[in-house]
């Protein structure tokens, strides 16, 4: 079954630091990755996604995300974390016409 | 990116009624999905928004508690039926293109419903 797992459900961080957020997917076929960003009583916003090419990238904010193929892996990343990041971020994969999502990480950080 | 709007962004209902909500896009798009999430968790789909057909539900879901219309590219309605407290999550209307699995799929703001 294709699946995305967000082995963390929450991650704390100290703003200033680096911060990761980790995804790891099951997919058949050539993956289609997504970061989606909730803040508090909004909707989804979208980050960033990896189609092909760079394995490395880059989306809002300052965000990026490695994309890692022999590891199935494709974690979000910033070198410095803000205390406005603070949200919840769901990593997600499109093998068809729908998205399937993880189960989502709160991201705190803390000034 | 589509410009996506939800009516009402929030409602309190009582036990055993119906609620509909709204979504309108900015831009004609192929597909149109609605989505729950409940209290603490991820999102799960719950049908795809056909303009001028049915909806094709997800498993779990039914036509029955969860009707949907979509009259054309740009606007798709979902009613909750016969309410209960366990249907209190956020809905969230998303859109994006058919057979373009590279192509972005956006989410409007939200309805967050509380049932009595």
């Known amino acids: 079954a294709q699946s995305v797992a967000q082995p963390e459900d929450q991650v704390n961080v100290a703003e200033g630091n680096p911060l990761t957020v980790k995804c790891t997917y099951s997919?058949?076929?050539?993956?289609?990755l997504f970061w989606y960003v909730q803040y508090p009583n909004r909707g989804l916003q979208f980050l960033l996604k990896y189609i092909t090419g760079d394995n490395l990238v880059k989306g809002s904010y300052g965000f990026e995300a490695e994309f890692n193929k022999s590891q199935t892996s494709f974690h979000l990343k910033k070198p410095s974390a803000l205390v406005s990041d603070s949200a919840l971020y769901f990593c997600a994969v499109r093998p068809t016409d729908k998205l399937i999502f993880g189960t989502g990480t709160r991201l705190q950080v803390f000034p | 990116s589509a410009v996506i709007s939800q009516k009402p962004s929030r409602d309190i209902c009582q036990r055993g009624t119906s609620l509909t909500i709204q979504c309108q896009v900015d831009s004609q798009v192929t597909m149109m999905f609605w989505y729950r999430q409940q209290p603490g968790q991820s999102l799960t789909l719950i049908a795809t928004a056909n303009q001028g057909s049915e909806a094709t539900y997800e498993s779990g879901f039914v036509i029955d508690k969860f009707p949907i219309s979509r009259p054309n590219l740009t606007f798709s309605t979902l009613t909750v039926s016969n309410m209960s407290p366990e249907d209190s999550s956020i809905y969230l209307c998303?859109?994006?293109?058919?057979?373009?699995?590279?192509?972005?799929?956006?989410f409007g703001p939200g309805t967050r419903l509380t049932v009595l």
């Open positions: 997919v058949s076929g050539n993956p289609y």
């Open positions: 998303s859109v994006g293109h058919r057979g373009r699995g590279t192509d972005t799929q956006y």
